[in-house]
């Protein structure tokens, strides 16, 4: 169930009941209003229409089921993230997660949602996983369980953005875990997996065969923004 407080819009600070006002989604999020460019289910990417999905998981079909993301991260949304990442803004996730919500529609139960994790090191310098932060407002608002603590970060790999999808998946492997106590919580369910930016899918993918190995029926992958490829603009 969502509390929604007036509070100023996170892109034009005008005065807004959800963090993000209606004139803001409907500029600048217009991959939410219908009709819209759909996406490819396998990675997020954007399709030409008619296409029904991308020739890379046609070809290498991904660990996970289907993937939602609501937005590009492109202007404005990558500064947003950026700021809401680094710039110690776990406030704003809320409005993300409502964001998030918009795109996915009603969910189909039983779901269980559960976070990328961080690294113990990296979550303690930045005080707050942002992919968490999503997540338990997002669940708490569509009225899912949700925990912290299924998936762990053994090691935290720097420099990952600046690779590509291979280079990503070759130092990933074997980085993700479930705890050995919350494996009867994942055994034969449906997880939804949150993060807030989605960029090769090397993370999404290798989160969720660690789920997937743990019991997990089905993995599905929820994030906020997907990296476009360069030659694109916003959605």
Not at 31 to 42: E, K, Y
Not at 108 to 135: C, I, T
Not at 168 to 175: A, D, K
């Amino acid at each position: 169930m969502w509390n929604l407080l007036p509070v100023r819009c996170l892109l034009c600070s005008r005065w807004t009941a959800q963090g993000l006002c209606e004139p803001c989604l409907r500029d600048q999020a217009p991959g939410l209003q219908a009709p819209h460019r759909p996406r490819c289910p396998g990675c997020g990417m954007r399709l030409a229409a008619g296409v029904q999905r991308c020739v890379d998981c046609e070809r290498d079909p991904p660990a996970h089921g289907d993937v939602t993301v609501a937005v590009d991260y492109a202007h404005p949304w990558d500064r947003l993230l950026q700021r809401y990442k680094f710039g110690n803004k776990p406030e704003w996730a809320p409005a993300l997660a409502l964001l998030l919500a918009r795109a996915l529609g009603p969910p189909a139960p039983p779901l269980r949602v559960v976070p990328v994790p961080l690294s113990p090191e990296r979550l303690a310098l930045r005080g707050y996983n942002q992919a968490w932060e999503v997540a338990r407002h997002l669940a708490r608002g569509l009225q899912l369980p949700a925990r912290a603590d299924v998936l762990q970060r053994s090691v935290d790999l720097p420099g990952q953005a600046e690779q590509n999808r291979q280079a990503r998946l070759q130092r990933l492997h074997g980085v993700f875990q479930v705890h050995s106590r919350r494996r009867p919580w994942v055994m034969g369910q449906t997880v939804a997996l949150v993060d807030d930016v989605l960029t090769t899918g090397a993370t999404a993918g290798e989160a969720s065969r660690a789920l997937k190995a743990a019991g997990a029926r089905e993995v599905l992958v929820w994030a906020v923004a997907r990296t476009p490829p360069p030659d694109e603009g916003p959605s």
